[in-house]
C-alpha cells in the first residue's frame, strides 16, 4: 500500500499495533507472573485498562503524556474527545473500531468512564523507557494532518482575498523572498522561460481546477481512484482531499494575496518579507503567490480517494502507464511527471513501479518524486524514487519559511501578537538553509546517489482550498512539485529553441546546477539545493556532468551496505566527542539480528552552553533518533524525535523478533538551539539471548551484554513449519485451539530478510474462527509476528509471497508459540547471564525467558523454548 504522502513521525512509531493490544491482554503486558502484583481498582475501570496501563499510570506525571491503543465504538466521536483532553489522534484505523493516541496522564481514568470506550490498551509490543535529562515534549508539537502525517498548519480563509495575475503579466512582477520562486532562483529565468508549453501530469488527489492561484493552467484529468463510481468521483472535485492542489498550487500558482489588517498570518510574512510583502493606507497586507513554472500546463490524474487514504501500488502504476500512453499515441504531449508519494521498497531500481518510472523516461517524460518523509535515517528512500531515471527531491529548510511559521507558531500556540517577530529569535535562530529531520535519506541500497536534488519542504505556503482554509505544510510532497517546475522551466525552454534534449539532459542539468548546502552530506542533500538558473544554463551551454559511478553493493542475495557500519563486540559500542551544531546530524549504524531482545543508548558527559548563551525559551537541547532495519519507504522508528539536555540513557525493549538488519542512528543540534551540544561519550548496548532446549532442559546463550534473566514454564508447545513461496503464490495452514483461555503468537522468518538484497516481503494472514481477519503480519517487517486471539476454534493462516523479486523462490519458517493458559507452571531463580546458562524445568511446557534491566526496573520477553511432550494441532492445507 501507498499513502497520498510520508508519514512525518513524532514520538514514536507505532508498530504492529493490533499486536500490542493482544500482548497488553497477554501474560506479556508487564513483567512475568511470578513478579507481578495486582492492583486495587474499581471494578469498571479493571473492565476498561489493562494492567499495564496502569502501570504507567502510576510512573507518569499528570502532565506527561502517555500513548494508548484504545478500542471503541465511535472514534470519531472519541477523537474529538481526546483532542479536548489535550491528546492527539496518531492513527485512526479504517478497518476495525480502534485509534492509537497519545493522551495526558490525568485524562485516562475520565476517558475510560466514556461509554464509547471499550479498552485501552498501552501502545506496542516494545517499551521505550528513557531517564536523566530526555523528554519527548520539549516544545508543543505542531499540527499534522490527520490522514497524511504531514506537518500542515490550517486557518479560516475569511478576513483573505485572492487577486490571479494574468500569465502574461508574469514577468513584469517580481515575487519576493517568501515565494519559492527565490529560493529556487524561478523568478530569475522567467524573461526567458515561465514553462509555457510544458504539461505536467500530477499523479495525486486530483486538481482543483478553479483555483484562484491556477487560472488558465488546468487543462484537464482523469480520475482513477477508488472514489470512481461514487458520489466523490471527479479528478476536480472540491471534495478532493488539498494534497494535490497544494502540489499544483507550488508548482505553477500566479496571484496576490491580500490579508485583512492585523491577520496574524499577513502580519508574520509582512514581518519578514517586506519586499515582497506591502500594506496599503488601510493596513491590508498584499503578498505574492507564486509557483516555480507559472504558466506550464497541468493534467491532473487522481488516485487516492478523497479522503487521501492509501491505495495499492497497482492504481500508481496504472497512472504511469495512462501518462505514457498519452505521451506515445500524441494524445496528449507530456513533458513531466510529478509524483509526491511512496511505499516501500525491497530491490532498490527494480521494482516494477522503478521499472515504470524507467519506462516514462524512455518515452520522454522527466519524472520527479518525493525523497518520502521517513528520514532522517539513512537508506530510506521510497519508491518511485528509487527508480534510477527519477529525479527525487528531499525536502530542505529556509530562514524565511521557519521565520513566518514561527511567528504564526507563537501566535497560534504561545498567545503573543501577531507579527510578534519571533521567529528568528525563538523559533528558527539561524540564517542559512538545512535539511528537515523528515526528509528522507539516501543512498538507496544498491549506493546510487539519492536524493538528486532538495527544495524547500518545511512550512510551504500551500494557498487557498475549496473547503474555505488556507495551510501552510512540510514535507517532500512539497518539495516535489518545485522541482518538477524547474523541470516544466527547462522543457519550456529546449522546446522553444528546438534542443536535442530530453528527460536524461534535464535530470542532469538540475544535478549541475544544484548548490550545496554547506554541512550536509550528500546522503542528506543529494547535489544541493535546486537553482533554476544554474540549471538552464546548463543546458544552455550543452555541457552536462555524469553521475558518479558505483558498484551494485550486492552479489546476488548477498547485501554489502553503502554505509559505514559497526560491528558490536560482546553487545556493545562506544563513541567519543560527539559535536552537534543546530540542524547539523550525526550517523551511527550497527547490525543486530532478529534475536536482539533490548537496545540501551548511554549519553555521558552531555556539554551545553552556558544557561545565557542557550535559547532563551527552550534552551539548547540535542535530539535523538532510531530507527529499526527497515530500509527504503519504511517509516519505522523505535523513538523519533526525543530531545536530550544533560546526560541520559534510553533503553528499546522487544517482546518478540525483531527486523535483522542495520540499526540507524541519528543525533542532532536541535534548529531552535544556539549553540553546540557536545555529548562525551554515548554506548550503544544490546541484550541478545539465543535459546534452546534438550527434553525440560532450557539453555540460554547470551550474544550481547551481561544481563538478569528469569525463566517461566506455562503449558502449551511451539511448533514449526517450512515451506516455500514465489510472488504471488499462498500457503494455508489451520490450527486448532481447544483450551478456553489458549492464544498463540505466530512468526514467520525467511531467508532474504533486510539483511540481503533484495528483500522480500512475505505476509502472514491470519483468518479468526468467526470469520475475522487478522493483517497485523502484514507489514514490512522481517520477520512477521501475528496473534491468534479470537478463542477457542479452527484459524487459518495464509503465509503468502506478496514481494519475491526475479523469480526467486523464498523459504520461510513458521513458528507458532501456543500457551494455553496464562498462569505458569512453574518458575526459576534469577539467573546471572553473562555467557551461558541452562535451567532444569520440572514441568513440560512453554519456556518463556525474561529478561530484566535493572536501571529502569523493566521486564521484557528474550525468548521462547519448547519443552512440550508432543507437537499437535497445526496442520498444511
Same mark, same amino acid.
Not at 543546530?582 to 534475536?595: G, L
Not at 551545553?608 to 527497515?630: K, R
Not at 502472514?764 to 491468534?788: C, F, K, R
Given at each position: 500500500?501507498?499513502?497520498?504522502?510520508?508519514?512525518?513521525? #513524532?514520538?514514536?512509531?507505532?508498530?504492529?499495533?493490533?499486536?500490542?493490544?493482544?500482548?497488553?491482554?497477554?501474560?506479556?503486558?508487564?513483567?512475568?507472573?511470578?513478579?507481578?502484583?495486582?492492583?486495587?481498582?474499581?471494578?469498571?475501570?479493571?473492565? !476498561?485498562?489493562?494492567?499495564?496501563?496502569?502501570?504507567?499510570?502510576?510512573?507518569?506525571?499528570?502532565?506527561?503524556?502517555?500513548?494508548?491503543?484504545?478500542?471503541?465504538?465511535?472514534?470519531?466521536? =472519541?477523537?474529538?474527545?481526546?483532542?479536548?483532553?489535550?491528546?492527539?489522534?496518531?492513527?485512526?484505523?479504517? *478497518? %476495525?473500531?480502534?485509534?492509537?493516541?497519545?493522551?495526558?496522564?490525568?485524562?485516562?481514568?475520565?476517558?475510560?468512564?466514556?461509554?464509547?470506550?471499550?479498552?485501552?490498551?498501552?501502545?506496542?509490543?516494545?517499551?521505550?523507557?528513557? #531517564?536523566?535529562?530526555?523528554?519527548?515534549?520539549?516544545?508543543?508539537?505542531?499540527?499534522?494532518?490527520?490522514?497524511?502525517?504531514?506537518?500542515?498548519?490550517?486557518?479560516?480563509?475569511?478576513?483573505?482575498?485572492?487577486?490571479?495575475?494574468?500569465?502574461?503579466?508574469?514577468?513584469?512582477?517580481?515575487?519576493?523572498?517568501?515565494?519559492?520562486?527565490?529560493?529556487?532562483?524561478?523568478?530569475?529565468?522567467? +524573461?526567458?522561460?515561465?514553462?509555457?508549453?510544458?504539461?505536467?501530469?500530477?499523479?495525486?488527489?486530483?486538481?482543483?481546477?478553479?483555483?484562484?492561484?491556477?487560472?488558465?493552467?488546468?487543462?484537464?484529468?482523469?480520475?482513477?481512484?477508488?472514489?470512481?463510481?461514487?458520489?466523490?468521483?471527479?479528478?476536480?472535485?472540491?471534495?478532493? #482531499?488539498?494534497?494535490?492542489?497544494?502540489? %499544483?498550487?507550488?508548482?505553477?500558482?500566479?496571484?496576490?494575496?491580500?490579508?485583512?489588517?492585523?491577520?496574524?498570518? &499577513?502580519?508574520?510574512?509582512?514581518?519578514?518579507?517586506?519586499?515582497?510583502?506591502?500594506?496599503?493606507?488601510?493596513?491590508?497586507?498584499?503578498?505574492?503567490?507564486?509557483?516555480?513554472?507559472?504558466?506550464?500546463?497541468?493534467?491532473?490524474?487522481?488516485?487516492?480517494?478523497?479522503?487521501? %487514504?492509501?491505495?495499492?501500488?497497482? =492504481?500508481?502504476?496504472?497512472?504511469?502507464?495512462?501518462?505514457? /500512453?498519452?505521451?506515445?499515441?500524441?494524445?496528449?504531449?507530456?513533458?513531466?511527471? *510529478?509524483?509526491?508519494?511512496?511505499?516501500?521498497?525491497?530491490?532498490?531500481?527494480?521494482?516494477?513501479?522503478?521499472?515504470?518510472?524507467?519506462?516514462?523516461?524512455?518515452?520522454?517524460?522527466?519524472?520527479?518524486?518525493?525523497?518520502?518523509?521517513?528520514?532522517?535515517?539513512?537508506?530510506?528512500?521510497? +519508491?518511485? &524514487?528509487?527508480?534510477?531515471?527519477?529525479?527525487?527531491?528531499?525536502?530542505?529548510?529556509?530562514?524565511?519559511?521557519?521565520?513566518?511559521?514561527?511567528?504564526?507558531?507563537?501566535?497560534?500556540?504561545?498567545?503573543?501578537?501577531?507579527?510578534?517577530?519571533?521567529?528568528?529569535?525563538?523559533?528558527?535562530?539561524?540564517?542559512?538553509?538545512?535539511?528537515?529531520?523528515?526528509?528522507?535519506?539516501?543512498?538507496?541500497?544498491?549506493?546510487?546517489?539519492?536524493?538528486?536534488?532538495?527544495?524547500?519542504?518545511?512550512?510551504?505556503?500551500?494557498?487557498?482550498?475549496?473547503?474555505?482554509?488556507?495551510?501552510?505544510?512540510?514535507?517532500?510532497?512539497?518539495?516535489?512539485?518545485?522541482?518538477?517546475?524547474?523541470?516544466?522551466?527547462?522543457? +519550456?525552454?529546449?522546446?522553444?529553441?528546438?534542443?536535442?534534449?530530453?528527460?536524461?539532459?534535464?535530470?542532469?542539468?538540475?544535478?549541475?546546477?544544484?548548490?550545496?548546502?554547506?554541512? $550536509?552530506?550528500?546522503?542528506? /542533500?543529494?547535489?544541493?539545493?535546486?537553482?533554476?538558473?544554474?540549471?538552464?544554463?546548463?543546458?544552455?551551454?550543452?555541457?552536462?556532468?555524469?553521475?558518479?559511478?558505483?558498484?551494485?553493493? #550486492?552479489?546476488?542475495?548477498?547485501?554489502?551496505?553503502?554505509?559505514?557500519?559497526?560491528?558490536?563486540?560482546?553487545? @556493545?559500542?562506544?563513541?567519543?566527542?560527539?559535536?552537534?551544531?543546530?540542524?547539523?546530524?550525526?550517523? $551511527?549504524?550497527?547490525?543486530?539480528?532478529?534475536?536482539?531482545?533490548?537496545?540501551?543508548?548511554?549519553?555521558?558527559?552531555?556539554?551545553?552552553?552556558?544557561?545565557?548563551?542557550?535559547?532563551?525559551?527552550?534552551?539548547?537541547?540535542?535530539?535523538?533518533?532510531?530507527?529499526?532495519?527497515?530500509?527504503?519507504?519504511?517509516?519505522?522508528?523505535?523513538?523519533?524525535?526525543?530531545?536530550?539536555?544533560?546526560? &541520559?540513557?534510553?533503553?528499546?525493549?522487544?517482546?518478540?523478533?525483531?527486523?535483522?538488519?542495520?540499526?540507524?542512528?541519528?543525533?542532532?543540534?536541535?534548529?531552535?538551539?544556539?549553540?553546540?551540544?557536545?555529548?562525551?561519550?554515548?554506548?550503544?548496548?544490546?541484550?541478545?539471548?539465543?535459546?534452546?532446549?534438550?527434553?525440560? !532442559?532450557?539453555?540460554?546463550?547470551?550474544?550481547?551484554?551481561?544481563?538478569?534473566?528469569?525463566?517461566?514454564?506455562?503449558?502449551?508447545?511451539?511448533?514449526?513449519?517450512?515451506?516455500?513461496?514465489?510472488?504471488?503464490?499462498?500457503?494455508?495452514?489451520? $490450527?486448532?485451539? !481447544?483450551?478456553?483461555?489458549?492464544?498463540?503468537?505466530?512468526?514467520?522468518?525467511?531467508?532474504?530478510?533486510?539483511?540481503?538484497?533484495?528483500?522480500?516481503?512475505?505476509?502472514?494472514?491470519?483468518?479468526?474462527?468467526?470469520?475475522?481477519?487478522?493483517?497485523?503480519?502484514?507489514?514490512?517487517?522481517?520477520?512477521?509476528?501475528?496473534?491468534?486471539?479470537?478463542?477457542?476454534?479452527?484459524?487459518?493462516?495464509?503465509?503468502?509471497?506478496?514481494?519475491?523479486?526475479?523469480? @526467486?523462490?523464498?523459504?520461510?519458517?513458521?513458528?507458532?508459540?501456543?500457551?494455553?493458559?496464562? @498462569?505458569?507452571?512453574?518458575?526459576?531463580?534469577?539467573?546471572?547471564?553473562?555467557?551461558?546458562?541452562?535451567?532444569?524445568?520440572?514441568?513440560? &511446557?512453554?519456556?518463556?525467558?525474561?529478561?530484566?534491566?535493572?536501571?529502569?526496573?523493566?521486564?521484557? =520477553?528474550?525468548? $521462547?523454548?519448547?519443552?512440550?511432550?508432543?507437537?499437535?494441532?497445526? @496442520?498444511?492445507?
Amino acid at each position: 500500500m501507498l499513502s497520498v504522502c510520508f508519514n512525518f513521525k #513524532h514520538a514514536l512509531t507505532l508498530q504492529g499495533v493490533m499486536l500490542s493490544i493482544v500482548l497488553a491482554m497477554s501474560i506479556f503486558a508487564v513483567t512475568p507472573v511470578a513478579f507481578n502484583s495486582p492492583n486495587e481498582v474499581s471494578e469498571g475501570v479493571v473492565q !476498561k485498562i489493562t494492567k499495564d496501563v496502569f502501570q504507567m499510570l502510576q510512573t507518569a506525571s499528570d502532565a506527561g503524556q502517555v500513548n494508548v491503543v484504545i478500542q471503541v465504538t465511535d472514534k470519531a466521536g =472519541i477523537a474529538r474527545v481526546i483532542e479536548e483532553f489535550g491528546g492527539q489522534v496518531s492513527i485512526m484505523y479504517e *478497518s %476495525a473500531e480502534v485509534l492509537a493516541a497519545s493522551i495526558p496522564a490525568s485524562c485516562l481514568l475520565q476517558l475510560a468512564s466514556d461509554g464509547r470506550v471499550v479498552r485501552i490498551y498501552k501502545d506496542s509490543i516494545r517499551e521505550l523507557y528513557y #531517564h536523566g535529562a530526555i523528554t519527548e515534549n520539549l516544545k508543543y508539537s505542531v499540527p499534522r494532518d490527520p490522514v497524511t502525517g504531514e506537518p500542515v498548519l490550517a486557518y479560516e480563509l475569511e478576513g483573505i482575498e485572492v487577486e490571479p495575475i494574468a500569465i502574461e503579466y508574469i514577468t513584469s512582477v517580481e515575487p519576493g523572498i517568501y515565494t519559492n520562486t527565490n529560493l529556487t532562483g524561478a523568478s530569475t529565468v522567467w +524573461s526567458e522561460t515561465v514553462g509555457q508549453g510544458s504539461v505536467v501530469v500530477i499523479i495525486d488527489t486530483g486538481v482543483w481546477s478553479a483555483s484562484p492561484l491556477l487560472v488558465g493552467n488546468v487543462i484537464g484529468g482523469i480520475d482513477i481512484s477508488p472514489d470512481v463510481g461514487t458520489p466523490y468521483e471527479g479528478w476536480n472535485a472540491t471534495t478532493n #482531499h488539498y494534497h494535490g492542489t497544494a502540489c %499544483a498550487h507550488l508548482l505553477a500558482a500566479h496571484a496576490i494575496l491580500i490579508f485583512q489588517p492585523g491577520h496574524p498570518w &499577513g502580519e508574520a510574512i509582512y514581518n519578514y518579507d517586506p519586499v515582497g510583502t506591502w500594506k496599503n493606507n488601510s493596513g491590508y497586507i498584499y503578498t505574492y503567490c507564486f509557483g516555480i513554472a507559472p504558466a506550464a500546463s497541468i493534467y491532473a490524474i487522481k488516485v487516492f480517494p478523497h479522503t487521501g %487514504a492509501g491505495v495499492p501500488s497497482s =492504481i500508481i502504476m496504472q497512472a504511469i502507464d495512462i501518462a505514457i /500512453q498519452m505521451k506515445v499515441s500524441g494524445t496528449l504531449d507530456v513533458d513531466v511527471i *510529478s509524483m509526491s508519494l511512496g511505499g516501500g521498497i525491497g530491490a532498490d531500481g527494480e521494482d516494477p513501479e522503478d521499472l515504470l518510472v524507467d519506462a516514462a523516461a524512455e518515452a520522454g517524460i522527466t519524472v520527479v518524486a518525493a525523497a518520502g518523509n521517513e528520514g532522517p535515517a539513512l537508506l530510506r528512500v521510497a +519508491s518511485p &524514487g528509487s527508480a534510477k531515471t527519477a529525479i527525487t527531491v528531499g525536502a530542505a529548510m529556509d530562514p524565511i519559511h521557519e521565520w513566518v511559521f514561527g511567528d504564526i507558531y507563537f501566535w497560534a500556540y504561545y498567545g503573543k501578537p501577531a507579527g510578534n517577530g519571533l521567529g528568528d529569535e525563538l523559533w528558527y535562530p539561524h540564517d542559512y538553509l538545512a535539511i528537515v529531520d523528515f526528509s528522507s535519506r539516501g543512498p538507496s541500497a544498491d549506493g546510487r546517489l539519492k536524493p538528486e536534488v532538495v527544495a524547500t519542504g518545511s512550512w510551504c505556503f500551500l494557498g487557498p482550498f475549496p473547503d474555505g482554509r488556507i495551510r501552510l505544510g512540510g514535507g517532500t510532497s512539497f518539495s516535489t512539485p518545485q522541482v518538477a517546475g524547474v523541470a516544466a522551466l527547462l522543457n +519550456s525552454y529546449i522546446e522553444a529553441k528546438g534542443l536535442p534534449y530530453g528527460p536524461k539532459e534535464i535530470k542532469q542539468a538540475i544535478i549541475d546546477g544544484a548548490v550545496p548546502i554547506p554541512g $550536509f552530506t550528500a546522503e542528506e /542533500q543529494g547535489a544541493g539545493y535546486v537553482n533554476a538558473a544554474n540549471a538552464l544554463n546548463v543546458i544552455k551551454s550543452g555541457t552536462f556532468g555524469t553521475l558518479p559511478t558505483t558498484w551494485p553493493h #550486492h552479489i546476488g542475495d548477498l547485501w554489502f551496505p553503502p554505509i559505514e557500519v559497526t560491528c558490536l563486540y560482546k553487545g @556493545k559500542a562506544t563513541f567519543s566527542n560527539i559535536v552537534l551544531e543546530p540542524t547539523k546530524y550525526q550517523y $551511527f549504524a550497527f547490525w543486530v539480528s532478529s534475536e536482539v531482545d533490548s537496545i540501551k543508548i548511554i549519553l555521558s558527559d552531555v556539554v551545553l552552553a552556558d544557561p545565557a548563551q542557550q535559547n532563551p525559551f527552550w534552551g539548547d537541547a540535542g535530539v535523538i533518533y532510531l530507527s529499526t532495519a527497515e530500509r527504503g519507504g519504511s517509516d519505522s522508528y523505535y523513538a523519533w524525535g526525543l530531545y536530550f539536555y544533560g546526560d &541520559g540513557e534510553l533503553l528499546v525493549t522487544f517482546d518478540v523478533p525483531i527486523s535483522a538488519g542495520i540499526i540507524r542512528l541519528a543525533l542532532v543540534g536541535d534548529f531552535s538551539s544556539y549553540n553546540q551540544v557536545i555529548v562525551g561519550e554515548m554506548t550503544i548496548e544490546v541484550t541478545e539471548v539465543l535459546v534452546t532446549s534438550i527434553d525440560k !532442559k532450557v539453555i540460554l546463550y547470551n550474544n550481547g551484554i551481561p544481563t538478569t534473566a528469569l525463566v517461566e514454564v506455562y503449558p502449551g508447545r511451539i511448533e514449526r513449519y517450512y515451506g516455500a513461496v514465489k510472488q504471488g503464490e499462498t500457503d494455508v495452514y489451520t $490450527f486448532e485451539i !481447544k483450551d478456553t483461555n489458549g492464544f498463540a503468537l505466530v512468526f514467520l522468518y525467511w531467508y532474504r530478510d533486510w539483511t540481503k538484497w533484495a528483500t522480500s516481503d512475505l505476509d502472514v494472514i491470519i483468518i479468526n474462527p468467526n470469520g475475522s481477519w487478522n493483517i497485523d503480519g502484514a507489514t514490512l517487517a522481517s520477520p512477521e509476528a501475528a496473534m491468534l486471539t479470537a478463542g477457542p476454534g479452527e484459524y487459518t493462516i495464509l503465509i503468502g509471497g506478496y514481494q519475491v523479486y526475479f523469480d @526467486k523462490t523464498e523459504y520461510y519458517r513458521l513458528e507458532i508459540v501456543y500457551l494455553a493458559e496464562t @498462569k505458569p507452571l512453574w518458575y526459576s531463580s534469577l539467573i546471572n547471564l553473562k555467557h551461558m546458562a541452562s535451567v532444569q524445568s520440572p514441568k513440560h &511446557g512453554v519456556a518463556v525467558i525474561w529478561l530484566y534491566d535493572a536501571e529502569f526496573d523493566a521486564w521484557y =520477553i528474550g525468548g $521462547f523454548a519448547n519443552i512440550a511432550k508432543t507437537q499437535r494441532g497445526c @496442520k498444511r492445507s
